[in-house]
């Protein structure tokens, strides 16, 4: 199975969709690209410790008045010269803001990771709803074509009756009214569920023709003793990509107030250098121009020292980064609570639905077995014109509407109880 492609005619259940998506996902692969960068950024943090060193080199022509570079006399005399130079500096301390800066970028990488984690989780629940919106208009679909076809065969059992004067042209001309209704409905469902396969389709990046067939997902997932919404919460933030972005991301933020703390340190830093060179000024007692070899050896210069730097005043500007970085703290720390409280209302939201919906979800069967028996009752005595045409299709439409909830309770039960899987830590699509 390729990116954008699909076997024609291939079915796919819930968990072969989300895979599909994850694969295919543009937005993924930009999240991709933005590890690699914050991984980059990571090493290079850490190579930041290593001595620096350059090496140089020049050459040129010297024309007219110049210092002679050997005894600095003034001379009037064209030469050319070539020198060398290799230095290296090392920073020996500057307030640890080498090593926090380290561990800022340790953190926003590890963000980074949590938060292409926490995109493949919202596209795996976005594909979840828009693969159960396919279901639920499917299942519409054929609930309303049943009752185009009931109606269908009632309108023709009724010319047959109205012909032979045992029921009313109006009663006719009623179910006529009703059956264009339902095969409106019928349309408009259809249209539905040719939109709702559009958004699967869109969402899982599926740009070929290619008819996708979705399975029934029957599967009831969570089973055994419902927790608590602490209970919960407390699970769900040990392991949660979306959390844990949060939390790095608050760490990164810490970090990046010790390295702002550090410019109000001194620094010391350690530098070396090394210069040689060839000049044609450079003779031997004979005036013969000394060799290059015995020149770039003879006239090499060795230097080594250290250097600090006080900051003293300089505008404000440390205190400044200061303050605007614990200011920055304040507003993640502030975040990431605003967040916590999101989670555990979310999910105390969601297991306040899952506890109804399992009750719901009974009686709506039950409703629908009632309705059932009483609309193949009320078929019988239309048959045998004990019933009028008005109060068939009140309980006609009435078991329409039982069977509508069944199903649209069953995959809400189902979309509930993944969702709980979810926040126990089981990825159901994996």
Known sequence: MGTGTLEAQETMNLNQCISYAIESNIDLKQYEIQKKIDSENYTQSKRNLLPGVSASSSAGLNFGRSVDPNTNDIINTKYFSNSYRIISSMTLFNGFRLQNKIQYEKFRKKASEYSRLNAVDDLAFSVMNAYFDVVYFRGMLKIAEKQVET??????????????????????????????????????????????????????????????????????????????????????????????????????????????????????????????????????????????????????????????????????????????????????????????????????????DLEALERESLQYKKQEEVDQLAFETAEKKLEQGLINVIDFYVVKNRYADSQSQVLQSKLQLEIKRRTLDFYMGKRFWE
């Open 151 to 352: 109606s269908m065969l009632n309108l023709k059992a009724t010319e047959k009756k109205v012909e032979i004067g045992l029921m009313a042209k109006s009663d006719l001309l009623e179910m006529q009214a009703n059956f264009e209704k339902e095969e409106l409905n019928r349309i408009q469902i259809e249209n539905s569920l040719r939109s709702s396969k559009l958004t699967l389709r869109q969402t899982m990046n599926l740009t070929d023709e290619s008819q996708l067939l979705v399975a029934d997902e029957t599967e009831l997932l969570f089973q055994g003793e419902i927790p608590s919404a602490r209970q919960l919460f407390d699970e769900f933030t040990q392991w949660s990509p979306y959390y844990q972005s949060l939390v790095y991301q608050l760490k990164a933020t810490e970090k990046n107030l010790a390295v702002s703390r550090s410019g109000l340190f001194p620094s010391l830093s350690l530098s070396g250098e090394i210069n040689t060179g060839y000049y044609e000024t450079n003779r031997d007692s004979n005036q013969v121009v000394i060799g290059f070899n015995n020149q770039f050896k003879n006239n090499q210069s060795k230097y080594l020292g250290a250097s600090l730097s006080i900051p003293i005043f300089n505008r404000w500007e440390n205190r400044s980064s200061i303050k605007l970085a614990k200011l920055e703290l304040e507003k993640e720390k502030a975040r990431i609570e605003s967040e916590k409280q999101k989670l555990y209302f979310e999910m105390s939201q969601n297991l306040n």
